[in-house]
């Protein structure tokens, strides 16, 4: 570790009052001490939200930062920036009705609150213009088991699903799940914007592909479908009958001057018709491991062929969680929008003109920011590491995985290697932007000091 490094640490640690953290990570004793970390209270008296504040989530069992401290060591990551839930304490109004329910000392079967669905309804109408049947909307304990529902009953097992590439890594999973395979088809990336390659979207489809599951906005890259784009895809599958899924997990995070479209909400009712959609205020609110989320469609015969195929295991904290969060929550999610549109300006400004060998162009959307580290890849002779590694180690690693592992070991910045999101994702990394702007910053400058020493 470089003596720059170490400095710039010490810097943050103090900017940002966490003595917790600085004190374990020197001496080895508790990571979490409850509290320490959290210096301001949760809105001040203006209305405002802290999210500057870096909320200490080490030691509490959190997939983003403990399962990667447990693979490379504490003293080796000081900011998690992978898997896809934010730091920020959640909004108070969830908190308040948590502390509420768990007084009442009973935790027997639930029965649905009658507000929930229209909860989630006027949620995706005022927000987003989108008119939902709740009669054609169920709940379920997440979008990865609805989603694996709907291709285990609109895809037969052995059929082909569509994937336009780079996109979210777990689709891979819900496909091993309902026996069905990738169609792979990779964007077009110009000047690091990715666009759908519709010709080879067009040949990829035969007798075999019966199912697309669209990412919109798209994990990775941050990509808000455009109406055009996403009327000539639903035409396109609508000719070819190939089911639309659309994962819509991510469209509350939209950055300034873009706009999310909901699939359902396409002027042609046909194709609009030929879809499900995927919800959950998992991503909105960071309540990933409350394990609710919803899907809706236009089509009876759709819906129910997905019900026949799926049970929801919703939990009583978890309804509470998001009822709390979809009718009391617009006032957080609108300023923590602002904030994270800071994070991305942040990072897209603070590369181009101190890290140029590392291109980020804004996402439109997500709080997740897809970087183009190829030539960091080649000025560490990744793609030669990767196959001597591979050679030993029991899985076999990429030359992102390679980058990934510098990162982590030349910076304490944690990615997600490109290679996981499919074709396309060769050289690139996904960057989580969902925490304070002080470890953002810190991030920027250990990986700064870390490639002016290549
Ligand atoms: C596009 C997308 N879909 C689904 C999920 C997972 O959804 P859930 O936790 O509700 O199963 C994620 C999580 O990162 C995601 O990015």
């Known amino acids: 570790m470089s003596e720059k490094y170490r400095?710039?640490?010490?810097?943050?640690?103090?900017?940002?009052?966490?003595?917790?953290?600085?004190?374990?990570?020197?001496?080895?004793?508790?990571?979490?001490?409850?509290?320490?970390?959290?210096?301001?209270?949760?809105?001040?008296?203006?209305?405002?939200?802290?999210?500057?504040?870096?909320?200490?989530?080490?030691?509490?069992?959190?997939?983003?930062?403990?399962?990667?401290?447990?693979?490379?060591?504490?003293?080796?990551?000081?900011?998690?920036?992978?898997?896809?839930?934010?730091?920020f304490r959640c909004a108070p109004v969830i908190t308040e009705a948590l502390a509420e329910r768990v007084r009442h000392e009973n935790w027997g079967y639930l029965k649905m609150p009658e507000d929930f669905f229209p909860a989630i309804c006027d949620w995706n109408r005022e927000r987003h213009g989108l008119e939902i049947n709740p009669d054609l909307m169920a709940l379920s304990d997440g979008v990865h088991p609805a989603l694996i529902a709907a291709l285990k009953a609109l895809a037969r097992p052995g059929s082909r699903v569509l994937l336009t590439t780079s996109t979210y890594s777990g689709?891979?999973?819900?496909?091993r799940e309902s026996h069905t395979l990738a169609e792979e088809s990779p964007m077009i990336v110009e000047n690091g914007v990715?666009?759908?390659?519709?010709d080879d979207l067009e040949s990829r489809i035969s007798q075999e592909t019966d199912?697309?599951?669209?990412?919109?906005?798209?994990?990775?890259?941050?990509?808000?479908?455009?109406?055009?784009?996403?009327?000539?895809?639903?035409?396109?599958?609508?000719?070819?009958?190939?089911?639309?899924?659309?994962?819509?997990?991510?469209?509350?995070?939209?950055?300034?001057?873009?706009?999310?479209?909901?699939?359902?909400?396409?002027p042609d009712q046909a194709v609009v018709d030929n879809s499900v959609t995927f919800q959950s205020g998992s991503k909105t609110f960071s309540l990933a491991a409350m394990k609710v989320a919803w899907f809706h469609s236009t089509n009876p015969e759709y819906f129910r062929k997905v019900q026949d195929q799926h049970m929801a295991q919703t939990n009583t904290l978890g309804v509470v969680a998001h009822h709390a969060a979809l009718r009391g929550g617009a006032e957080w999610l609108d300023q923590l929008l602002v904030y994270l549109d800071g994070n991305h300006d942040?990072?897209?400004?603070?590369?181009?003109?101190?890290?140029?060998?590392?291109?980020?162009?804004?996402?439109?959307?997500?709080?997740?920011?897809?970087?183009d580290v190829s030539q960091i890849g080649e000025a560490i002779d990744a793609e030669a590491k990767a196959a001597v590694a591979s050679e030993t180690e029991e899985e076999p690693v990429t030359a992102e995985d390679i980058i990934v592992r510098w990162l982590?070991?030349?910076?304490?910045?944690?990615?997600?290697?490109?290679?996981?999101?499919?074709?396309?994702?060769?050289?690139?990394?996904?960057?989580?932007?969902?925490?304070?702007?002080?470890?953002?910053?810190?991030?920027?400058?250990?990986?700064?000091?870390?490639?002016?020493?290549?």
């Open 7 to 87: 400095l710039s640490r010490r810097v943050f640690l103090k900017g940002a009052g966490a003595t917790a953290l600085a004190g374990a990570a020197t001496s080895g004793a508790s990571l979490w001490n409850p509290g320490t970390a959290v210096a301001a209270p949760a809105q001040d008296a203006s209305g405002g939200f802290d999210f500057d504040t870096p909320y200490d989530r080490v030691g509490t069992d959190c997939a983003k930062w403990d399962t990667i401290i447990e693979r490379h060591g504490r003293e080796n990551i000081q900011v998690a920036m992978g898997v896809a839930d934010m730091d």
């Open 171 to 175: 689709f891979y999973t819900d496909l």
């Open 194 to 198: 990715h666009r759908m390659d519709f």
């Open 211 to 266: 199912a697309l599951i669209l990412c919109n906005p798209q994990n990775p890259t941050g990509n808000c479908w455009s109406a055009e784009d996403l009327m000539r895809l639903g035409q396109l599958c609508l000719e070819r009958r190939v089911v639309v899924l659309a994962d819509e997990i991510h469209c509350d995070f939209v950055t300034k001057g873009n706009k999310y479209t909901p699939f359902a909400t396409l």
């Open 346 to 371: 942040l990072v897209e400004s603070f590369l181009a003109e101190n890290v140029p060998q590392i291109n980020y162009a804004k996402a439109q959307g997500t709080y997740l920011a897809w970087l």
């Open 408 to 454: 982590v070991e030349n910076a304490g910045v944690y990615t997600n290697a490109g290679s996981n999101y499919g074709p396309g994702g060769e050289g690139w990394v996904r960057m989580n932007l969902g925490a304070s702007r002080q470890l953002i910053q810190l991030a920027l400058d250990n990986i700064a000091e870390a490639v002016s020493e290549l």
